[in-house]
């Protein structure tokens, strides 16, 4: 089943080189009702994570709600349960200061990174995945007491978990309901071609999942003008019982709002087309745009 409007999202990854408010305005104007904010500091800063207040939280929320937009999720960077350079504590009390931010705006719930990389060789995955699991269902159980779930971005790029087999096993180490996977299309591209296999493989698990389309390892292209096969990953995730959100996040997108814009609405357009396109009549592919990716 292709994505309706009711289900798709708008990361303001795709906004990141502008402030929160102009942000929330772009996504409103494309059309879109609901967004997923980044709060990734020195990368996306539309949420400060590390301002463990609740003052800090005040302005940022009247913003949101001025915008009149539903927030699915918070992507948030806390630090690493496995890092050396933070103690756990402190993760954890950033952790539950973006559960907080989420409930203030009527969050569906906050993604995180599941810890940093390490030398596979001196800490094996299965003690490193105990040791974050055991934090990560803090998180959790705070998660359930107040409505919201918790999310991980598994497979990730300079991550802890580097492709499906392990998000699977993260998801059994965590062992919470209220624990769960964004299944990323981008990061699980980069690592297999078989995006319909990790889908059944994580099917029970993914929360919601990250739309973006890629063309020579670059995720500046709308969605249906690269290289994915979104026909064949809509159907599996349909097989395999999936009915959460879509959150269109190209966080290689264009240098300009103008440019993101576009990009957002060629990818609507494009789902739409593929809605209304009958199995003898496919889509056309959509056209590249010529975007510029931005500097990381």
Known sequence: MIPAPDRLVASTLCLRQVALPAALALIKEVGLTAVDIGGLPGYCDHFDPRRTT?????????????????????????????????????????????????????????????????????????????????????????????????SFEAPHRGGLIQNAAEAAALMAACDHPNARLVFDVGHHRRVSDDLPGAVRLLAPAIDHVHLKDQAGGKGCYPLGAGEVDFPGLFAALDRGGY??????????????????????????????????????????????????????
């Open 54 to 150: 609740v003052d800090s939280l005040a302005e940022w929320a009247e913003a949101v709600h001025r915008s009149g937009l539903r927030v699915h999720t918070l992507n948030v960077d806390v630090g690493a349960f496995n890092g050396a350079a933070e103690s756990p504590e402190l993760v954890l009390a950033r952790a539950r200061h973006c559960l907080a931010a989420a409930r203030r705006v009527g969050a569906h719930g906050v993604t995180f990174s599941p810890g940093a990389p390490v030398d596979r060789t001196t800490r094996p995955l299965g003690a490193e995945l105990a040791m974050v699991a055991g934090w990560f269902r803090q998180v959790a159980q705070d998660a359930a007491a107040h409505g919201l779930v918790i």
């Open 243 to 296: 009915r959460g959100c879509f959150a269109l996040e190209f966080p290689d997108a264009a240098p300009t709002p103008a440019g993101v814009a576009a990009l957002l609405r060629a990818s609507l357009a494009y789902l739409e087309r593929l809605r209304t396109a009958s199995a003898d009549h496919p889509p056309a592919p959509a056209a590249p745009l010529p975007l510029t990716p931005l500097s990381r």
